[in-house]
């Protein structure tokens, strides 16, 4: 039994995962970073001992946990150098969580555990390498070899969302480049896109665009513009992902994210734009799945890393 | 000690390589493709037992061989599915050689195992994660992932000169797609770049160019639009190296290849241009480098192959 633990911007989610990584039973709490690491450690610890009670597991049973978190990390030594939208800096979590938990603890970036999630027991199960494209607010990633994370020299690897699709220029990213994947392929971007053509009088002005799932909902109700909007964002994606996969090769991709809810509005596209940029060996040989886990996928890849590293 | 092999379209080199990466006794020969793979085995039998006798080595300590050939590989059964420059196709070279030679073979692409080999002994010894672009008649790559080669699901991995670096528009690449990095940063790209300058008056007319060592020649003798077409192929080939770099994250990127040779002429615009274009935190974990071993990077790796096959 492992503890996974999936730290976001505004909540936490916590499983209870068995070996075979199955998550019997799960817990949100509240992120409030602003309280400050140790505050969120202590509040994990209660939490832990509740799931423990209400699912009739020894406490004892659990061997270790797995933390994701939004972050720059020191993967060595288990701290987060920094971390934008928590507000921290230079935290020691490992050690801190394991201090709270009473557990080996094993920390990682969100992304890289969601696509661990997916390469264990998602859409990436059973394959040799494995590229997930995590397509939110931002647009992040992790490669997954031979069912392990390969973080590279400094954990970057996998950050898709920063591979430059417009040379010049592109729009500013938030990393301080211009023409990122991020700028194009992101919800941020739809959003963006969508609001620019409802301000141009080309989309209802009634309609709230919050979110991608506002412009996919349009999109599906009839509106041109947010499908072609849509349809933009996912061939971008699919540009980047043909050339992410010439240097990986890998046997399978995952898009997830908040984005991949928009299903075939963002799968078909996505995967017509891969084959006709993708080296054709290549195209032939990787498949372009949809996330299978949803939410639990940061959860389910945090309890592997903390069985790998047990 | 191993028998490393390095066929090429005109030539096969090999050496007799030890334990530790230091050839002992390297030869050459034709490769003659057209007398057929059963032929080219026949002789490399005689070269190897001729090679033994020259370094006065006992032929039974030659425990295995590993080949590199400019192909399309069948890797699970060591067959060459394709070799465009050598005609051949469907050539079950792994067991060919063996029978010949009376010893474990192992095959692989040839840029693949000058990768390890660099990784091994050369440019990129000692790191953790290496990409090797091999910048000659075409742009070709591999990746080593602790020492091992990363294959991927159909050997494709680390192919970078099919990254397409123009989107749309871009100049046709011989393996079917548009505006691949091998269109515009290979040699083949540079010598056409500097015959178009000199058809249009800008580079002597007198001078021949028939490599991209010409044009090295000629930028360093002064001429202006000579150093703009090696630096422009220079800074595509960052570019390129760059979007990878956010891919595999490689604490190394070994330049080799015959373009190579041209060294601070194309590694610095090369470098520049990687800083410029990668993202901050990837750039400043990665050592871009000319490669080391020259010519003795194929059989150096093949020979490693041979070994980690043992």
Chains 1, 2 share one sequence.
Not at 1 to 17: E, P
Not at 18 to 44: H, M, Q, S, W
Not at 174 to 188: D, F, I, R, Y
Not at 190 to 205: F, H, M, S, W
Request: glycine fraction near 14%.
């Amino acid at each position: 039994m492992w503890f996974g633990i999936d730290i976001g911007g505004t909540s936490v989610k916590t499983a209870l995962v068995d070996d075979a990584g199955t998550p019997l039973i799960k817990r949100a709490l509240p992120t409030d970073p602003e309280r400050g690491p140790e505050d969120l450690c202590r509040r994990l610890a209660e939490t832990l001992r509740a799931m423990a009670d209400a699912a009739g597991v020894d406490r004892r049973a659990v061997r270790g946990a797995g933390v994701g978190v939004p972050a720059f990390l020191d993967l060595a030594r288990g701290e987060v150098v920094e971390a934008i939208n928590l507000g921290w800096r230079g935290v020691p979590l490992a050690d801190l969580m394991a201090d709270a938990l009473g557990l080996p603890v094993a920390v990682d970036n969100d992304a890289n555990l969601a696509a661990l999630g997916e390469a264990w027991t998602g859409a990436g199960a059973g394959a040799e390498t494995v590229l997930c494209a995590t397509v939110g607010t931002g647009v992040g990633g992790g490669v997954v070899i031979h069912g392990r994370l390969h973080h590279g020299a400094n954990g970057m690897a996998g950050e898709i969302g920063h591979m430059r699709v417009v040379r010049e220029g592109g729009l500013p990213c938030n990393c301080g480049q211009t023409g990122c994947l991020e700028t194009v392929a992101s919800a941020t971007a739809i959003v963006r896109e969508a609001r620019d053509r409802q301000d141009a009088g080309l989309l209802p002005p009634e309609e709230r665009i919050l979110g991608a799932e506002d412009v996919a909902r349009l999109a599906r109700s009839g509106h041109e513009p947010a499908r072609w909007v849509m349809e933009t964002a996912a061939r971008w994606l699919g540009f980047g992902l043909a050339q992410a996969a010439v240097v990986l090769n890998p046997d399978v991709i995952v898009i997830g994210g908040g984005v991949s809810k928009a299903g075939d509005l963002l799968l078909a596209p996505a995967r017509a734009a891969f084959s006709e940029y993708a080296q054709r060996l290549v195209a032939e040989a990787t498949s372009v799945r949809l996330a299978r886990l949803g939410n639990d996928a940061g959860v389910v890849g945090a309890a592997r890393l903390a069985m790998q590293r047990a």
